[in-house]
């Protein structure tokens, strides 16, 4: 079982959520282009939500963020944005007021998913098997995994 299957408690939570601080005090450039901000409504609740994520692609042509939810299999914050669209993203300094957001297709997944693990080789041989992941490019297992892991891709919203 991975590490990821569930939620993450007590301390494991308190440290995953600290970068929401970062973005609040305005110091999200640090992160660069690792890390986005994510500010979402609760589906229950309708409350302001927050969660920062890793990054699995950036392209600033479009520019378009890509991350995957990895906790749990589904998420909060992925339950949430499949009920309503997010509210801002903050990536380094650019900031996007509801943002437009689309679901990737497996396809799609898999291809950010093994491009990011040739992009950075040494994270993903410590990240993969925390997340349940094939480390090798070649495992046939790939395309089941593509197929289980909830990507999605924000831009800024246009017009």
Same mark, same amino acid.
Do not use: C
């Given at each position: 079982?991975?590490?990821?299957?569930?939620?993450?408690?007590?301390?494991?939570?308190?440290?995953?959520?600290?970068?929401?601080?970062?973005?609040?005090?305005?110091?999200?450039?640090?992160?660069?282009?690792?890390?986005?901000?994510?500010?979402?409504?609760?589906?229950?609740?309708?409350?302001?939500?927050?969660?920062?994520?890793?990054?699995?692609?950036?392209?600033?042509?479009?520019?378009?963020?890509?991350?995957?939810?990895?906790?749990?299999?589904?998420?909060?914050?992925?339950?949430?944005?499949?009920?309503?669209?997010?509210?801002?993203?903050?990536?380094?300094?650019? #900031? /996007? $007021? %509801?943002?437009?957001?689309?679901?990737?297709?497996?396809?799609? &997944?898999? *291809? =950010?998913?093994?491009?990011?693990?040739?992009?950075?080789?040494?994270?993903?041989?410590?990240?993969?098997?925390?997340?349940?992941?094939?480390?090798?490019?070649?495992?046939? #297992? /790939? $395309? %089941?995994?593509?197929?289980?892991?909830?990507?999605?891709?924000? &831009?800024? *919203? =246009?017009?």
């Amino acid at each position: 079982m991975a590490v990821t299957d569930r939620k993450p408690k007590r301390l494991l939570r308190l440290l995953l959520r600290a970068p929401i601080w970062l973005y609040r005090a305005r110091l999200g450039a640090l992160a660069g282009h690792r890390l986005v901000y994510l500010a979402h409504r609760g589906r229950r609740t309708g409350a302001r939500r927050e969660v920062v994520v890793e990054v699995v692609r950036y392209d600033s042509n479009i520019p378009e963020v890509v991350v995957v939810a990895a906790w749990g299999g589904a998420p909060d914050w992925y339950r949430n944005l499949r009920a309503a669209p997010a509210i801002e993203v903050r990536l380094g300094r650019r #900031r /996007w $007021p %509801e943002p437009e957001h689309r679901f990737l297709e497996a396809d799609e &997944t898999l *291809r =950010t998913l093994l491009a990011y693990q040739r992009a950075h080789p040494h994270a993903w041989k410590r990240i993969a098997p925390l997340l349940g992941f094939p480390s090798d490019p070649a495992d046939p #297992r /790939w $395309p %089941e995994v593509a197929e289980e892991v909830h990507a999605i891709a924000f &831009t800024p *919203r =246009t017009g």
